[in-house]
């Protein structure tokens, strides 16, 4: 658990969430915020900050963020009409909270391709 981590806190139980999936290493919940209308974050309980700081011992955690991430986005019926999975690393990406995140959006035409 890092200080200060908003992220850790919701790990630890500290604030709401409306939660979407949990397991052993992981949680998924609604954006606070949502930019789609679907709009859910999966987090590993573990700290790590963002991609500068995962490490080959990451990589089935990392893993099972993106398989847990399609499955919740089948589960939300976006299969079909497709989704988009976004994790942002320091400044340019507009990374906010300091606690690895994948976002799935979808439920509509996204725009652009990559922003
Ligand atoms: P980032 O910009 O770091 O990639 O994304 C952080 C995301 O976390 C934002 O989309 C923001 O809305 C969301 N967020 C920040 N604080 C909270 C919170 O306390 N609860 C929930 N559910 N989402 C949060
Ligand atoms: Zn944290």
Redesign the pocket.
């Known amino acids: ?2 200080e200060d ?4 806190k919701i ?1 630890a139980g500290d604030i709401p969430i409306r939660q979407v999936y949990a397991d052993d290493e992981l949680l998924a919940f609604h954006d606070v915020s949502p930019q789609a209308p679907v709009h859910i974050l999966v987090i590993p309980r573990k ?1 790590i ?1 963002n991609m500068n700081e995962a490490a080959a011992a990451d990589q089935p955690l990392l893993g099972a963020m993106l398989l847990r991430a399609a499955a919740i986005a089948k589960q939300q019926g976006l299969a079909e009409s497709g989704y988009r999975l976004a994790l942002n690393t320091g400044p340019d990406a507009g990374q906010s909270v ?2 690895i995140h994948l976002h799935i959006l979808g439920g509509q035409r996204l725009e652009g391709r990559m922003g």
């Open positions: 658990m890092a981590c908003i992220f850790c790990v700290h900050s300091f606690h």
